[in-house]
C-alpha cells in the first residue's frame, strides 16, 4: 500500500530566520500547536518563488532572496501501518532537515 503525503502541508517561513534557537516557537513541534494562519502547500513546493528574481543579482546572490529556516507540517493517520514495518521516504529534501 502506498499512501501519497504530497498534499496539504503546512508551511511557513521563520519570522527570525537565524539562529535556529531564535528561529523555532516554543511549541512548534507538538500536536496542539496552531498552524491556522500557515499556508497550505503541496509537495515539491518552491519556497522562494515569490522572492526570486525581484531585485538585481550581484556577486553575494538575490539580496531579497529569503535564506532562514522554514517549517513544514503534516498531520496522517498511522492506522494502517502502525503493526507494520512502514518506510518514510523523502525526495529532494534541500542541504538539511531536522524531522520530528
Not at 46 to 57: E, G, M, Q, V, Y
Not at 73 to 78: A, E, I, S, V
Not at 83 to 90: Q, R, S, T
Request: aromatic letters at 18%; one cysteine or more.
Amino acid at each position: 500500500m502506498k499512501y501519497n503525503l504530497n498534499f496539504d502541508w503546512k508551511f511557513k517561513k521563520a519570522s527570525v530566520p537565524f539562529p535556529l534557537a531564535a528561529a523555532v516557537e516554543d511549541d512548534i513541534f507538538t500536536p496542539a500547536y496552531t498552524d491556522s494562519d500557515w499556508e497550505r502547500v503541496s509537495i515539491p513546493h518552491a519556497p522562494n518563488c515569490a522572492d526570486s528574481f525581484d531585485s538585481l543579482i550581484h556577486d553575494a546572490g538575490e539580496a531579497s532572496l529569503y535564506r532562514g529556516f522554514m517549517f513544514y507540517r503534516k498531520h496522517f493517520p498511522l492506522t494502517d501501518i502502525c503493526e507494520k514495518k512502514f518506510i518514510l521516504e523523502f525526495e529532494a529534501v534541500r542541504q538539511s532537515v531536522y524531522l520530528y
